[in-house]
């Protein structure tokens, strides 16, 4: 079987954060690390590339498929930031209708800039989904 594309590195978070050519962006991602990291209890690292993620956990599929991912994470993309979180966290729905401006996924949400969202939403539903996605995969 393959491995998967989006492993862990020891490439410079930093680093990614500093190639970031918008200055909103930049700033928008270096507070999204720290807003991460503290509700995760999880050093930044990165997945791949272009994926900041917080803590790990490894997933077997029915298929026999498996591998490891990150709890929660985030990508500076073209248009948005894509927030990787869970999609099946009971709080999800509710949370979302309270975070301000953002698009949704199956399992991402996409925000145009930090200032549209209220930040302490932002931070429950990281919680939540990162606690979600550990007890499922436990």
């Not at 492993?7 to 918008?22: F, H, K, P, R």
């Not at 200055?23 to 999880?42: I, N, V």
């Not at 209708?97 to 399992?107: D, Q, W």
């Not at 200032?115 to 995969?137: C, F, G, M, P, S």
Request: charged share 25%; glycine share 6%.
């Amino acid at each position: 079987m393959a491995a998967n594309k989006t492993q862990a590195t020891v490439a410079s978070v930093d680093a990614y954060l500093d190639a970031i050519a918008d200055p909103e962006r930049r700033a928008d991602c270096q507070a999204l690390t720290k807003l991460m990291s503290k509700a995760t209890g999880e050093p930044a690292t990165m997945w791949g590339t272009s994926i900041v993620g917080f803590g790990s956990y490894h997933y077997r599929y029915e298929s026999g498929r498996e591998g490891d991912s990150c709890l929660v994470g985030f990508a500076s993309r073209k248009g948005d930031i894509s927030l990787y979180v869970s999609a099946v966290f009971p709080e999800r729905e509710a949370l979302l209708a309270k975070l301000g401006k953002h698009k949704t996924a199956k399992a991402c949400v996409y925000l145009k800039r930090l200032a549209d969202v209220d930040l302490k939403v932002l931070e429950q539903i990281v919680k939540a989904a990162a606690k979600d996605t550990k007890a499922r995969h436990a």
